[in-house]
């Protein structure tokens, strides 16, 4: 397979996974009924923010795969962290478990580290490339705490 055919699959997969999460909550989506913390970007940033993530999480993922880096660890590393992003919004929007929900995503930042961890280890371009979904899950994490608190 090409290079370029594996970066649009590993890159479409993400964006697949996040766009069928979101049609899971986006009418059970409550964002505006919220009372929101300090720092809460509006309501349009979350759909580009998370894009790019996904984009960025497929040309990483990418990378490993065009070159032969992506053994057993670093696949059941990525799809993990992968299924517990996409987990993460069904609970907090449609179940409206923010406590749950708080404790799901510091499981996620902790599988994104690991990730990032791993992939280090096989491409340090694949792991850098994570990092700015490291910094906006720990930003969520921090939304998500002051939702809780705000809205109990």
Do not use: C
């Amino acid at each position: 397979m090409s290079k370029i055919k594996t970066y649009l699959k590993t890159i479409a997969f993400p964006l697949l996974v996040g766009g069928l999460s979101a049609l899971i909550t986006g009418k059970k989506m409550n964002f505006n009924s919220l009372i929101k913390p300090t720092l809460t970007p509006p309501q349009i940033v979350f759909p580009i923010v998370w894009s790019i993530i996904y984009i960025l999480m497929g040309i990483s993922y990418g990378i490993l795969v065009n070159n032969k880096e992506n053994d057993y660890n670093i696949k059941r590393s990525y799809y993990l962290q992968l299924l517990i992003n996409f987990i993460w919004p069904i609970i907090f929007f449609v179940f409206k478990w923010h406590f749950i929900a708080l404790i799901w995503i510091v499981i996620l930042v902790l599988a994104v580290l690991k990730m990032i961890i791993k992939f280090y280890k096989k491409n340090k371009l694949a792991s850098i490339i994570q990092i700015p979904y490291l910094i906006w899950t720990l930003f969520a994490t921090y939304l998500n705490l002051f939702f809780y608190i705000l809205n109990k």
